[in-house]
Structures are given as C-alpha cells and as structure tokens.
C-alpha cells in the first residue's frame, strides 16, 4: 500500500543554519505531496504542497520539489529560526480521496 | 474566514463509556476527515466524508463511526471507550472536488483522555 518515510528526529540546528527534512513516498498513480507542521498543543497548519512531478511548493522560506524519479519530497529552509521548532510531517493524497497518509513526522529544534 | 472548529478541546471519560466529538468546517467547505493522533501510532486516518456520505474509511473498529450533516459539520462517536482510545482527534476540511486530492485544513484538535 501507499506509505511516507520520513528521517528520524530530532532534528537539532543552530539559528541560521540550512535545513533538509528528507521524505520519501510509494504509491500507485500520481499522489499529491503536502508537508504540514505541528507547533506544541496545536493542530496540523499545511506548510506546502506539490500536485505533480517537478512542482516545487514554497511557503515562509520552505521549499519542497516533488521528484518523481526519485519518489522523494524533501524539505528544505536555507536560514532557520528559533520559532521554527515544530514536528514536521510529510503526507501524500491518494487519488481520488482526500485521505492523507503521514509520515512519523520529525521533530526539529532551533536553538540561537 | 473562520478556520475549522473542534469541541471539546479537552475531554476525560472512564473506560466503557461513549464520547462524541464534533467539527464544524471551514464555511463553504465540504469534505470533512477525521484522523487519531497517538505519540505511538503517529497520525492515522480515520474516515472522510463529503456530501454526507463516507467516502473513506480507515483501519479503525466498528467502536469508531462518524456522520456529516447537510451543512457538512461533521461527528465522530466512539462507543466502549479503552484506554488505548487516548489521542489527540483531528477534523480536516477541504472544498472537495469529486476527484479529492484537495488540500485539507486541520482544526485545533480534541484531546481525549480515557482513565
């Protein structure tokens, strides 16, 4: 069945530094890629999302290009910040279901 | 606009006991997901439905149901609550084409806490 990979957390980064959160995704057909965040006590916000190959999603310096040769969609932020700590998670929509299917999410801490 | 509403935010319940949780989504919205949040499961989807219809549904037991009304807020109803059923619930809107993949906007969460 389809399913989402993500790398193990914590991920932890001095203020300013380059960030790559790594996803990696199965599934039939052409799903569409999202990554959300989750900030301590909250609900899910969408982050970015990409709807076909070679789409690249940007958001509040975030980027993620969705790389169909090599079923990946990885995150990247060149200059964190401390109020980026959060759990990021990397998710795919099935066609024709707005189901979405979670990676494990990955915690990143910024420190200044 | 208004985001997606959860209530309660905060819910504790004894074993055997039923609960339900309610959502209301984003106005003009009309798909409504319900996914569990456990810190050892992850984040797994529970149903989806558009048009008062389930459209999807997850792995869960038949304890888990939901329904959506005309005006697409939506209920999930947990009957013979176990203490594995604490998790944080989550409500996902979305305008929901018929062909889905439609973006999905989460509500703050009702947190559920089965003693």
């Known amino acids: 069945g389809n399913s989402v990979t993500q790398m193990e957390g914590p991920v932890t980064l001095s203020e300013e530094a380059f960030l790559t959160i790594n996803c990696t995704y199965t599934?039939?057909?052409?799903?569409?890629l999202f990554w959300y965040v989750q900030y301590p006590g909250e609900g899910l916000q969408l982050l970015l999302k990409a709807t076909k190959a070679d789409d690249k999603g940007s958001n509040k310096g975030f980027e993620a290009t969705y790389r169909k040769e090599t079923t990946s969609f990885h995150l990247e932020k060149g200059s964190v910040q401390v109020s980026d700590s959060a759990v990021y998670f990397c998710?795919?929509?099935?066609?024709?279901?707005?189901?979405?299917?979670f990676g494990t999410g990955t915690r990143l801490q910024v420190f200044p | 606009k208004a985001g997606v509403t959860q209530t309660p935010r905060y819910l504790i319940k004894t074993r055997g006991q039923q609960v339900t949780l309610s959502c209301s989504p984003i106005s003009g919205h009309r798909s409504v997901s319900w996914y569990q949040q456990t810190p050892g499961q992850g984040l797994q989807f529970l149903f989806e439905?558009?048009?008062?219809?389930?459209?999807n549904k997850g792995n869960f037991p038949g304890r888990f149901s939901g329904r959506q009304f005309s005006n697409s807020r939506s209920e999930m109803n947990v009957s013979t609550l176990e203490l594995g059923d604490s998790a944080l619930y989550l409500c996902?809107?979305?305008?929901?084409?018929?062909?889905?993949?439609?973006?999905?906007?989460f509500g703050p969460g009702t947190r559920l806490l089965v003693l």
């Open positions: 998710a795919l929509s099935e066609r024709n279901t707005d189901k979405l299917i």
């Open positions: 599934a039939t057909g052409y799903p569409s």
């Open positions: 996902a809107s979305s305008l929901a084409a018929a062909g889905g993949q439609e973006t999905q906007y």
């Open positions: 439905y558009f048009s008062e219809t389930q459209r």
